[in-house]
């Protein structure tokens, strides 16, 4: 994993910084990143860089995967030891790789400091567990494959958009605003909220 990891510093910090200033956007940057090379250090990681070309964060991946047939992670990374939740200007975002999607830890975590969407890079093609998440933490989850199903599910699990063949880009705007609220007979199946709050 060191060998093909690469450092934040360098050509990495400065396309992702140039891009999201051009775009005014956050980016996601998950990577293996070469966190010290003479003490062969390197995590499964994802960069959030903000609108300005800064580097909001980094998370690493808490539960890397141990291939068949060895006794490493990843084939030599670190696991991380925290799950961060960013402030942002649109909301409080947390970032899961892979197969965190496994553990009820970093999921919590994010769910315990407020997250409100959740980005997850993986190649798994899964939506059950990703959708099971999203309802359970309250938050929007947006998957990122590379296959062709990249989705986002809404904090009662339902799948809210998703990459359908042969589109590859998923555009979604999205109300950070949400209320789940449990039924009840006063609020006439939404007709009371409708009244008062309009549309």
Known sequence: AVSTSVPLAGPVQDVFSRKARELGAYIVVPTYLLEDRAARLCTNAAILFGRKGEVVGVYRKLHPAVQTGSDSFEGGITPGKTAPVFACD?????????????FDSGWNAL??????????????PQTAQPAFRAARGRYYVVSSTWRNNASIFEPTGRIAAQIKPPADILVSELDLSYAILPWSSKLRNGEALRRQYGD
Do not use: M
């Not at 649109?90 to 496994?102: A, R, T």
């Not at 769910?111 to 798994?124: D, N």
């Open 111 to 124: 769910a315990r400091q407020g997250a409100e969407l959740v980005v997850w890079p993986t190649q798994s």
């Open 90 to 102: 649109f909301g409080k975002l947390g970032v899961q790789i892979c197969f965190d999607i496994e």
